[in-house]
């Protein structure tokens, strides 16, 4: 018995470990250092239709591809209450460039957040980038769309389908989201220890 026991409470562990949120469940909230120095928490948006909150790095090749495209994302979106929050997940002992003097170099104009406290396992984010769509309604901030900003990681010139954008004209149209969900391509997260 003892050992079904034990062998229970670690089939739990691992499935915890990999725990993610579904399209349709409830947000996790956050408050994060962001690169003002201010705490910024996902509450602190409830005035906006909802947020593209993305978890990214400054290292990682397919964070770099996508950069600009997230920039102007922001630009695109943030005026139409759907602002991009960027999520830093990574340890910067293992990759200095994912430090946040690092971040703060970036200048974004939308909030760079440190996340050294394992937002990234609240969400079951993996990759940078991986993007979570959250529509704001009246229960609160609900996950629409979990995966890939586009179908084309390496070269904007060769995006065929903008599943994130596609995602937010649903969203913001009262429609259901299709896809709902694709698989997020970039770098591994290597989270603070």
């Known amino acids: 018995m003892r050992k079904y026991v034990l062998l229970l409470a670690i089939v739990v562990s691992v499935f915890s470990l990999h725990a993610q949120v579904k399209v349709g469940d409830k947000a996790p909230d956050f408050k994060l250092i962001n690169t003002d120095y201010q705490k910024v928490a996902l509450s602190d948006f409830s005035d906006q239709e909802g947020v593209i909150l993305i978890f990214t790095c400054n290292h990682c090749p397919y964070a770099k591809f996508y950069e600009e495209r997230i920039n102007l994302l ?3 979106y943030e005026p139409q209450k759907f602002p991009v929050v960027a999520i830093n997940p990574n340890d910067s002992v ?27 396992k609240a969400y079951g984010a993996t990759k940078t980038p991986h993007v979570f769509l959250l529509d704001n309604t009246r229960n609160g901030f609900e996950v629409a769309y979990i995966g890939a900003i586009d179908d084309s990681p390496q070269e904007a010139s060769q995006v065929k389908v903008k599943y994130l954008e596609d995602a937010i004209k649903a969203v913001k149209e009262g429609k259901k989201v299709n896809p709902d969900f694709t698989k997020a391509i970039g770098c591994s997260i290597k989270p603070f220890q």
């Open 94 to 120: 293992k990759y200095a460039t994912d430090g946040f003097s690092h971040m703060v170099a970036k200048q974004y104009q939308f909030p760079y957040l440190l996340d050294n406290e394992g937002v990234y």
């Open 74 to 76: 922001h630009k695109a």
